[in-house]
């Protein structure tokens, strides 16, 4: 059966199609996949970086290496982006695309492209 213009709702989506999934626009999907790419990719630095962390050090001491800086970069990050990705699927779920949608999507998209180069440079 040939769709037609008429086929389609008021946020383009086409009308009966409904799955599992909520509708995502293109900023959700980029935002989604740049968040669970760029996770892994800050672990993996963080994992592979030269230095080692020991316990020649006491703990009183405040001894901040750049391992332990990427470390901390990567688990704030991923923590940032799994609320991100839940909260995307929520919002989208109810059709809300508010201010704190757009919030949610872009710190996403751009906090973890501008995470990646600050733990590389640490």
Known sequence: MA???TDHDSHG???GSTGNLPY???VDRLGILVAIVGTVVLVVIAASSGGGL???HDLGSLNLSSQVIRIAIAGAMGLINIANVVGLVLFSSVD???PWHKFFAYTSLWGTL???????LV
Do not use: C, E
């Open 3 to 5: 769709q037609t213009a």
């Open 13 to 15: 989506r086409v009308a």
């Open 24 to 26: 995502f626009s293109l």
């Open 54 to 56: 020991s316990a020649q």
């Open 96 to 98: 809300y695309r508010g």
């Open 114 to 120: 501008i995470a990646i180069p600050v733990a590389l």
